[in-house]
């Protein structure tokens, strides 16, 4: 999806990681029962949408103010690493679902820490 309308931080590696998850998430929450419409689903969706949200959102801010959206965007992500536990608990993905989930979890996280150190370290 090339738009002529660009914003910097869809420049940034994390942010397209995140958006690469949501959409992965995505996929995977239309196998889920729907029992979990308002409950699992709902909360996964959210917090997996939320890392990129974070990212985007925080981009425009001082880098003080950006450095609070991604650690809420850290926050998202392990509230994705709960929520694939639960999904593979309830037989909702696989093992090797959630396996791949954790290591873009992984992934995405460590990439958040660095461009976290960045920002603290541009400051010093």
Excluded: W
């Amino acid at each position: 999806m090339k738009s002529k309308y660009h914003f910097n931080f869809e420049e940034l590696i994390v942010y397209q990681k995140a958006i690469e998850y949501g959409e992965l998430v995505h996929i995977q929450l239309k196998d889920f029962p729907k029992i979990e419409d308002y409950r699992l689903s709902a909360q996964f969706a959210r917090a997996a949408d939320s890392i990129a949200f974070n990212i985007a959102e925080g981009s425009g801010s001082s880098d003080a103010s950006f450095l609070n959206y991604l650690r809420i965007a850290k926050d998202s992500s392990r509230e994705c690493v709960a929520a694939t536990t639960k999904a593979h608990l309830r037989h909702y993905i696989t093992f090797d679902q959630s396996e791949n989930n954790r290591a873009l979890l992984v992934e995405i996280n460590k990439m958040l820490s660095a461009l976290m150190k960045h920002l603290k370290n541009k400051n010093k």
